[in-house]
T-cell receptor
């Protein structure tokens, strides 16, 4: 079974509108972390936001917020006030287990291509 | 400038060549990672080094050989590759810190084409 599922291969949004990118995950580990990354056409992955499984509140970072629904195992990314520069590939990723000292072993989804239009 | 650099940015090689990819991080991190990104597939973790020790080899074929001489540098040595190895190879680094997110910072990648 897929550990990270992103069901939207492509999304379009009008500039200044909000958009939600879906991510569901599958793990039996009570301790895990969820990450969202942005990959512009230049190739590098840019970290956006993090949600820990024990965090009581949904994470927010500027225009990015994470709609974390633990019972549904979903961690959707919400981008408010979309800008043309938000056009990129967006990846959801999961680290299973707590801190080990062995680095973060992330499992990534297949990504969602977001296109922001005028 | 992301703090993680990769060279070369593009590489074309034949199946009998030997080449190396280089990654350098300027962020003071102590874990480094190699990922493979193929078209229409999720990123695949290949290797993880933490405190200069390899802690993960994700069933990667032996034609890929990593080297981490110090906490700032990571290499991926390539030999006798196959055309299906053509992909974007991404390097990343992170802190290893209890209680932290330890998010990974990525380099721009090396676009590898195997002929």
């Amino acid at each position: 079974a897929q550990k990270i599922t992103q069901t939207q291969p492509g999304m379009f949004v009008q500039e200044k509108e909000a958009v939600t990118l879906d991510c569901t995950y599958d793990t039996s580990d009570p301790s895990y972390g969820l990450f969202w990354y942005k990959q512009p056409s230049s190739g590098e992955m840019i970290f956006l936001i993090y949600q820990g499984s024990y965090d009581q509140q949904n994470a927010t970072e500027g225009r990015y917020s994470l709609n974390f629904q633990k019972a549904r195992k979903s961690a959707n990314l919400v981008i408010s006030a979309s800008q043309l520069g938000d056009s990129a590939m967006y990846f959801c990723a999961m680290r299973e287990g707590g801190f080990t000292g062995g680095g973060n072993k992330l499992t990534f989804g297949t990504g969602t291509q977001l296109k922001v239009e005028l | 400038e992301t703090g993680v650099t990769q060279t070369p940015r593009h590489l074309v090689m034949g199946m009998t060549n030997k080449k190396s990819l280089k990654c350098e991080q300027h962020l003071g991190h102590n874990a480094m990672y190699w990922y493979k990104q193929s078209a229409k597939k999720p990123l695949e973790l290949m290797f993880v080094y933490s405190l200069e020790e390899r802690v993960e080899n994700n069933s990667v074929p032996s034609r890929f050989s990593p080297e981490c001489p110090n906490s700032s540098h990571l290499f991926l040595h390539l030999h006798t590759l196959q055309p299906e190895d053509s992909a974007l190879y991404l390097c990343a680094s992170s802190r290893v810190l209890a209680g932290g997110h330890n998010e990974q910072f990525f380099g721009p990648g090396t676009r590898l084409t195997v002929l």
